[in-house]
């Protein structure tokens, strides 16, 4: 059964920092295409990053771009978002879904609220 658990959120103020655990298990987690999405109040899906199996350059949006960092511990079967700079336009729920767009596979997320 693939389960993806999400850790790490909370509140932070303004020019903080987080880092976001994924906890995988239940398909090779090596072989996949990981993201990071977020949803804000009342607003739709947003892809923050995508990691890639082949080991190419991560894909951040423009509006993370050069404060998030995306990286994989293959062997703790764990993804993580480093989070640095937070803004309050951050605030969200964010979810590791397994895939780049046509994700399968959704933890339960974990809210980020910047504020101060």
């Known amino acids: 059964e693939v389960q993806l658990v999400e850790s790490g959120g909370g509140l932070v103020q303004p020019g903080g920092s987080l880092r976001l655990s994924c906890a995988a298990s239940?398909?090779?987690?090596?072989?996949?295409?990981m993201s990071w999405v977020r949803q804000a109040p009342g607003k739709g899906l947003e892809w923050g990053s995508v990691?890639?199996?082949?080991?190419?350059?991560?894909y951040y949006a423009d509006s993370v771009k050069g404060r998030f960092t995306v990286s994989k511990d293959i062997a703790g079967h764990l993804l993580h978002l480093q989070m640095n700079s937070l803004k309050t336009e951050d605030t969200a729920g964010y979810y590791c879904?397994?895939?780049?767009?046509?994700?399968?596979?959704w933890g339960q997320g974990t809210q980020v609220t910047v504020s101060s």
């Open positions: 239940g398909f090779t987690f090596s072989t996949y295409d």
């Open positions: 990691i890639f199996s082949d080991g190419g350059t991560p």
């Open positions: 879904p397994r895939g780049r767009r046509q994700c399968d596979y």
